[in-house]
């Protein structure tokens, strides 16, 4: 078992930057493949981000390639998302979630681990 708690949402202008933390505890952080993923009301959970074990493999929507970087502290059973040039479409519940398998990486239902979400709206 992992538990995963999201936090570093809020209200931020277009333009603006944003870093979500995911934290993790349980099992071995750094057993698991880590994505982030986003809900706007009204649509599909989409994958935004991905990071390998180690973290020396990084993996990004198109949506967002460019604007927003994971990384993770495998020491300290971290994850973060920093988000940079923030638009209005970027709106939306974003969600960590841990798989033992990342070969499905973009696919929500290949992870077995969810945090709460932490809402980001980005005003124009």
């Known amino acids: 078992q992992v538990q995963l708690v999201e936090s570093g949402g809020g209200l931020v202008q277009a333009g603006g930057s944003l870093r979500l933390s995911c934290a993790a505890s349980?099992?071995?952080?750094?057993?698991?493949?880590m994505g982030w993923f986003r809900q706007a009301p009204g649509k599909e959970r989409e994958f935004v981000a991905a990071?390998?074990?180690?973290?020396?493999?990084?993996y990004y929507a198109d949506s967002v390639k460019g604007r927003f970087t994971v990384s993770r502290d495998n020491p300290n059973n971290m994850m973060y998302l920093q988000m940079n040039s923030l638009k209005p479409e970027d709106t939306a519940s974003y969600y960590c979630?841990?798989?033992?398998?990342?070969?499905?990486?973009?696919?929500?239902?290949?992870?077995?681990?969810w945090g709460q979400g932490t809402q980001v709206t980005v005003s124009s």
């Open positions: 990071i390998s074990w180690s973290g020396r493999s990084l």
């Open positions: 349980g099992r071995t952080f750094s057993e698991y493949f």
């Open positions: 979630a841990a798989t033992r398998d990342g070969s499905r990486y973009q696919d929500p239902r290949f992870y077995d681990y």
